[in-house]
C-alpha cells in the first residue's frame, strides 16, 4: 500500500483544482445575493479562475524543470490554499475574483507538475495504473463539483466550498514532503515569460469583449477595442513562439490538419457540453425553488450516461475512426443542447433538462477517451507534452469564452423578452435575473403586479436558457464538422505505454 500514497497525493491536488472548476457554479444564487454582486462580477468568479488557469498551463511546465517539480507543487498548493481562505472570507465581489484569479495561479502549477511527479514515481505497469487512478479521479470531479457545492452551500454555506480546501491543502503539502521524491538537483528548461503575456492579454481581452458586448453593445467602442486589444495580442503571441528558441507552442503544430480539428475541437466541447450549466442552476435555485443540493443532482444523468458510455467506447471502439467518434460525439453534444432548448417551455421545471442532459452526456463519453488518443496520433512523439499542454489549454479557455459567450446570449434573449412584455428596466431586470436575484426583484415590486412580473421573469428565463443552449448546439455542431472534414487518420500507431501519460491528461 506504501507505493501508492505518492498516486493519492497527487491526485488530493489534482481533485481540488479540478473540483473548483464546478463547484462553484450551484453556489452562485446565495452568492450574489450575499455579496450584493453584479452579473458581470458573477461571470468572472467562474472566468476569473478558469482563465487563469488556462493561460499559464501552456508555459509553467518549464517553471517545474527549472526549480523541480516537487517545489512548484507545494507552491502551487500552498497558493492554492492561501486563495481558497481569501475567497471563502471575501465580503465583495471585487475580492472574491481576485482571489479565484490567484487560485487558479496555484491551480496551474499543480496541474503543470501533476504528470512528471507520476513519471517519477512509478514504472512500467504501475505507471499506467497511476494515470488511470489518476484519470478516474479527475473525471470525477466535474460529476462531483456541482453536487458536493450544494451540500456545503446548503448545510453551512458558500463559503465552505473554499474553506473546505484548507485541510485538504495541508494533508497534500505534508504528503508531498513526506511521500514524493526530492527534486534532483539538474535543472532544464525556460519560462516563456513574453509568450505566457501575449496569450493571457489575447485570451482576457477577448473573454472580456464577449462579457461587455450585452451591457455596451458589439458596434460599442470598449467592445471593438478589446476584440482588437484580442487581436493584436495573439499576433504578438504567434510572433514570439515563431521566434523563440524554446518556444512554449510550436506554431509547426497548427499545419497539421488533424491536430488542429482536434484543437478546434478540444476549444468547443467544453463550450458545448458544460458552459450552459451556469445559467441553468441559477434558474433552477433562483425562480424553480430547487436547494443547491438539489440543483447539483439534476445533472446526474449526463455525468452517468458519460461514464457508461466512455467505459463502453473504450471497449468496443478501440481502434476506430477517431474522426468518426470524436465527430459524432460532438454532434450528439450539439443535438443534446438543441433538444434542451426544444424541450425548455415557460412553465418548464427540472425534468426538461434530463432528456438533452442524457444525450450530452453521450457525446461526452464519446468525445473525452477518443480526443487523446487522436491528439497524440496527429504529433511526432517529441511534441507530445506540448500536443497535451495545448488540448487541455484549449479546454479550458473554451470553457472560459462559453461562460461569457452563452451568458451574453441569455442576458441578451432574457432582456428582450421583458421589453416584449412592457417591464420597465428591461435591461437591468434581465442582468438581475441572470445573477440570481429574482427574489429581491420580485420584493421590490408592487403586491398587485407581483403575479405578473413573476410570469414574466420565468418567461424571460426560459427563453434566455433557449439561447444559450442553442449557442451550445451551434458551437457542438460546428466543432462536429470541423473534425469531420479536418481530421485524418494517424500514419503509426504508437504503444499504449507511450500514450499513457498524454491520454491521462487530455482526458481531462
Known amino acids: ?16 483544482l479540478l473540483i473548483d472548476v464546478t463547484i462553484v457554479n450551484v453556489a452562485l444564487p446565495p452568492m450574489a445575493v450575499d455579496l450584493h454582486t453584479s452579473f458581470t462580477a458573477l461571470q468572472w468568479v467562474i472566468d476569473g479562475y478558469v482563465l487563469s488557469l488556462a493561460v499559464l498551463l501552456l ?72 494515470y488511470g487512478v489518476w484519470g478516474g479521479v479527475s473525471g470525477a470531479a466535474a ?41 534532483p538537483g539538474h535543472r532544464r528548461g525556460r519560462f516563456d515569460l513574453p509568450g505566457t503575456i501575449t496569450f493571457t492579454v489575447a485570451a482576457t481581452a477577448l473573454t472580456l469583449a464577449l462579457i461587455r458586448a450585452d ?54 466541447v467544453n463550450m458545448a457540453a458544460f458552459a450552459a450549466f451556469t445559467y441553468t442552476s441559477i434558474w433552477l435555485q433562483s425562480l424553480e425553488g430547487l436547494s443547491p443540493l438539489k440543483a447539483g443532482l439534476v445533472g446526474l444523468p449526463m455525468s452517468i450516461v458519460s461514464v457508461i458510455v466512455s467505459g463502453i467506447a473504450g471497449a468496443r471502439l478501440h481502434g476506430r475512426s ?47 477517451p477518443t480526443l487523446a488518443e487522436a491528439a497524440m496520433a496527429a504529433v511526432p512523439r ?29 442576458a441578451g434573449r432574457a432582456r428582450d423578452h421583458l421589453a416584449e412584455a412592457g417591464a420597465p428596466n428591461a435591461a437591468d431586470a434581465a442582468h438581475g ?26 418567461g424571460a428565463a426560459v427563453a434566455g436558457l433557449d439561447a444559450a443552449f442553442l449557442v451550445a448546439a451551434a458551437a457542438g455542431v460546428v466543432a462536429g464538422i470541423a473534425v469531420l472534414v479536418l481530421v485524418r487518420p494517424a500514419p503509426a500507431t504508437r504503444s499504449s505505454d507511450d500514450r499513457a501519460p498524454q491520454d491521462a491528461v487530455l482526458q481531462q
Open 1 to 16: 500500500m506504501r507505493k501508492w500514497w505518492p498516486l493519492v497525493t497527487i491526485c488530493l491536488g489534482t481533485f481540488m
Open 59 to 130: 508555459g509553467a511546465g518549464a517553471l517545474g524543470d527549472l526549480y523541480g517539480h516537487r517545489r512548484l507543487y507545494v507552491g502551487g498548493l500552498v497558493v492554492f490554499a492561501l486563495a481558497s481562505l481569501a475567497c471563502g472570507l471575501a465580503t465583495d465581489g471585487s475580492a472574491l475574483i481576485a482571489a479565484r484569479v490567484v487560485q487558479g495561479i496555484g491551480a496551474a502549477a499543480m496541474f503543470t507538475t501533476t504528470f512528471a511527479l507520476l513519471n517519477s514515481s512509478y514504472q512500467g505497469r504501475e505507471r499506467g495504473i497511476a
Open 143 to 183: 460529476a462531483v463539483g456541482p453536487v458536493l457545492g450544494g451540500l456545503l452551500t446548503e448545510g453551512f454555506s458558500w463559503r465552505w466550498i473554499f474553506f473546505v480546501n484548507l485541510p485538504i491543502s495541508v494533508v497534500a503539502i505534508v504528503a508531498t514532503f513526506v511521500v514524493l521524491r526530492a527534486d
Open 215 to 268: 451591457t455596451e453593445g458589439w458596434t460599442a467602442f470598449a467592445t471593438w477595442g478589446l476584440l482588437l486589444l484580442s487581436a493584436v495580442g495573439l499576433a504578438a503571441f504567434a510572433l514570439v513562439e515563431r521566434r523563440s528558441a524554446h518556444p512554449m507552442l510550436d506554431l509547426k503544430l497548427l499545419r497539421n490538419r488533424s491536430f488542429g480539428g482536434i484543437l478546434i475541437g478540444a476549444l468547443l
Open 322 to 368: 477517431p474522426r468518426l467518434i470524436i465527430g459524432l460525439g460532438l454532434l450528439l453534444i450539439g443535438a443534446g443542447s438543441a433538444l434542451t432548448a426544444l424541450l425548455l417551455q415557460p412553465g418548464s421545471s427540472w425534468p426538461a433538462l434530463l432528456a438533452g442532459y442524457a444525450v450530452i452526456g453521450a457525446g461526452v463519453g464519446l468525445v473525452m
Open 382 to 410: 517529441e511534441r507530445s507534452g506540448m500536443a497535451a499542454g495545448a488540448i487541455n489549454t484549449a479546454r479550458q479557455l473554451g470553457f472560459a469564452i462559453g461562460i461569457a459567450l452563452l451568458g451574453t446570449a441569455f
Open 433 to 458: 435575473l441572470a445573477a440570481g436575484q429574482s427574489g429581491r426583484i420580485l420584493a421590490a415590486t408592487p403586491e398587485p403586479v407581483r403575479a405578473t412580473v413573476d410570469a414574466a421573469l420565468h
